[in-house]
């Protein structure tokens, strides 16, 4: 009968140590779980993808042509007398005036050029600006309507075929910043990048 009522009473108290435990702990103020949302994107991809940047090459193209057209036919002038200089009936006379006419087609040629790469990078430079300026827009209000605390951009081929080339693998070798080898679904955002500039395109916003 006493093992009995020492048994009762050993469980009773037992039971009562495992509520206060229960109990103390529930009340124990609990630390706080890390937490931390990283995303990443392929910028390059993401540029290409953007209508905006198709249209920006377009309108660089269209830059272009003007001075291709006038370096054109500069060339071709230049050919025609470079090739009468040579023929056997042209005088002395004339193959004066042809050096002296090519020299300043040579001239115009490199002030055609000139010209060119001044409109063109200074076209590129309004671009990039606006462009990165629009994906940073897109990126950062994305992260805020998915919770996300960090986003990074990195740079690698946008074609799929291209990321296992040897000249993108020795490129990413000698590059710095961040290269991703391995991205969990979700973690890589290039895509929803895209869909939402292109989005805000088609808005007209």
Do not use: C
Request: hydrophobic fraction near 40%; charge should be positive; charged fraction near 30%.
């Amino acid at each position: 009968m006493r093992r009995m009522l020492w048994a009762v009473g050993a469980a009773l108290v037992l039971g009562a140590l495992f509520v206060a435990g229960r109990s103390w702990s529930d009340t124990e103020p609990k630390p706080a779980k890390p937490r931390s949302r990283v995303a990443v994107f392929n910028l390059t991809a993401t540029l290409k993808g953007y209508s905006k940047y198709k249209a920006s090459r377009e309108e660089l193209t269209k830059a272009l042509a003007k001075y291709q057209g006038k370096d054109t036919e500069l060339k071709k002038r230049s050919d025609s007398l470079a090739e009468e200089r040579k023929q056997g009936g042209t005088t002395a006379g004339r193959r004066e005036e042809i050096d002296e006419e090519l020299k300043q087609l040579q001239r115009k040629i490199e002030d055609n050029k000139a010209a060119a790469q001044k409109v063109i990078v200074s076209k590129q430079e309004e671009q990039l600006k606006a462009l990165y300026a629009d994906v940073q827009a897109a990126a950062r209000k994305y992260a805020r309507e998915h919770d996300l605390e960090l986003v990074l951009h990195y740079n690698d081929a946008a074609a799929p075929e291209q990321i296992d080339s040897p000249a993108n693998i020795a490129r990413k070798l000698q590059a710095g910043g961040l290269t991703p080898i391995h991205a969990a679904a979700g973690v890589d955002i290039t895509a929803a990048i895209t869909a939402a500039l292109n989005k805000s395109v088609k808005k007209g916003d």
